[in-house]
């Protein structure tokens, strides 16, 4: 009991506060949130760095690795570190769209139809294990993830803000797996890999939840308003002309490799703009620098690529063609 109350006053001290308004400030306060989601998800700072930055980004999170390693530990840390409205859906193959949008449903008392919504109309939602479902079922969240509102019967219901989906997957070479659709794909602003703990981390890992549970120790230091004031600031972060330029070259360049189908989409330049803007805020910057968009390509595109066939996807990977394109693209002076 003492601990709900003691996460209801953090949660009120944070509405009362607010995200600060300069960038100094708003790193502090980024920080602190990566500083609390990395007690439960012990070993992992820069997994947890990415995911908090899509998050300020305004984008989605795709967590791809075997199981075990911790993607739903993760998810579950980031939703209560944030004192927002959280639900969670268990993708299995007999899963419906409607499982996830809502349904509109007769009521005999009031002879009259109402939607019944589902749980995608939330602040943080955690699609476990994505691709289970399929194909049909993970296009379900498409207009969600993209447009923020769901259409059902031909009526469109708008959604809350802030949404932020948080899915994790397993290798798609695993049993009773479905790909995701590429358009899908297209809308999470990274992917991620937790990968193995090392020894150290491993050891603490067993110490601590020898104890207790790893999100005993996860309060919320966020709300909704306060996340939403820190979008807003990563959205006024800037970004001079010639960076823009830059950032365009980038992306264009996936679209004349030889040995990809396709390039990154316009989408995918819009969230390395944005995820490069989350980057200098962490810093407390208020200009976008060329190394923040570098790594905001290393992470925003390699899953965004489609191989030709018969080309060379069996020795280059996607992050070896991004890497390529980084190093041949000239920065601006």
Do not use: W
């Amino acid at each position: 009991m003492t601990s709900e109350l003691s996460r209801h006053a953090l949660a009120a001290s944070s509405i009362a506060s607010g995200a600060s308004g300069t960038p100094v400030a708003a790193s502090t306060e980024v920080r602190q949130l990566i500083q609390n989601i990395s007690r439960a998800f012990l070993g992992k700072e820069e997994v947890v760095q990415r995911a908090v930055l899509a998050l300020i980004a305004g984008g989605h999170v795709l967590i791809e690795d075997v199981p075990g390693l911790g993607k739903t530990l993760l998810a579950k840390a980031i939703s209560r570190s944030l004192a927002a409205d959280f639900k969670r859906i268990q993708f299995t193959a007999d899963l419906l769209p409607s499982d996830i949008t809502g349904v509109t449903v007769y009521s005999p008392e009031r002879h009259e139809f109402s939607f019944r919504r589902g749980p995608v109309f939330t602040n943080v939602l955690l699609g476990d294990e994505i691709n289970r479902a399929t194909p049909r079922t993970q296009s379900s969240l498409l207009e969600a993830m993209e447009e923020r509102h769901v259409t059902v019967d031909g009526v469109v219901h708008v959604m809350e803000s802030p949404f932020f989906v948080l899915a994790t997957q397993n290798p798609i070479e695993l049993e009773g797996t479905y790909p995701l659709p590429f358009a899908q794909m297209d809308r999470f602003m990274i992917r991620l890999s937790v990968g193995y703990l090392d020894r150290t981390a491993e050891i603490q890992m067993l110490r601590e939840q020898q104890k207790r549970d790893p999100l005993e120790c996860v309060a919320p230091v966020m709300d909704c308003y306060a996340l939403t004031r820190l979008q807003a600031l990563v959205r006024e972060v800037r970004l001079e002309d010639s960076l823009a330029g830059y950032l365009v070259d980038l992306v264009q360049a996936t679209r004349k490799t030889d040995s990809l189908e396709y390039g990154a989409s316009p989408r995918g330049s819009l969230d390395i703009q944005s995820f490069s803007q989350a980057l200098a805020l962490l810093t407390g910057r208020e200009y976008v620098l060329p190394d923040d968009i570098k790594q905001a390509a290393r992470l925003v595109l390699p899953h965004r690529l489609i191989y030709r066939k018969g080309g060379r996807s069996a020795t280059l990977s996607a992050h070896a063609v991004i890497d390529h394109i980084v190093d041949s693209v000239p920065v601006p002076v």
